[in-house]
């Protein structure tokens, strides 16, 4: 059975360039930890996430699937449109 993707860490490291082993340095932990992080086999704690987004420079909503994209969006057309 294929395990739920909660996360898009190891998504978003690619896209920012960004290794797995960069990640555990910056975050005080070893690398066998971020990579069953980036491999959803583990979750990082929501301060953890928070943290892991700050390094990043993103918001923490994209580093969760189902919570990325689609609603900053949603939210920037609603501030476009308030403006």
Same mark, same amino acid.
């Given at each position: 059975?294929?395990?739920?993707? @909660? *996360?898009?860490l190891k998504v978003v490291l690619v896209? *920012?360039?960004?290794?797995?082993?960069?990640?555990?340095?910056? /975050?005080?932990? $070893?690398?066998?930890? /971020?990579? %069953?992080?980036?491999? $959803?086999?583990?979750?990082?704690?929501? #301060?953890?996430? /928070?943290? @892991?987004?700050? !390094? !990043? *420079? /993103? #918001?923490? %909503?994209? !580093? +969760? $699937?189902?919570?990325? $994209? #689609?609603? !900053?969006?949603? *939210?920037?057309?609603?501030? +476009? @449109?308030? @403006?």
């Open positions: 059975m294929e395990s739920q993707k @909660i *996360n898009r896209e *920012n360039g960004k290794t797995g082993k960069w990640l555990a340095e910056q /975050v005080g932990k $070893n690398e066998a930890t /971020v990579s %069953r992080w980036c491999s $959803n086999k583990m979750q990082p704690s929501l #301060d953890m996430l /928070v943290k @892991i987004a700050e !390094l !990043l *420079n /993103v #918001d923490p %909503r994209q !580093l +969760i $699937n189902g919570g990325h $994209n #689609d609603s !900053l969006r949603q *939210n920037e057309r609603y501030f +476009i @449109i308030r @403006i």
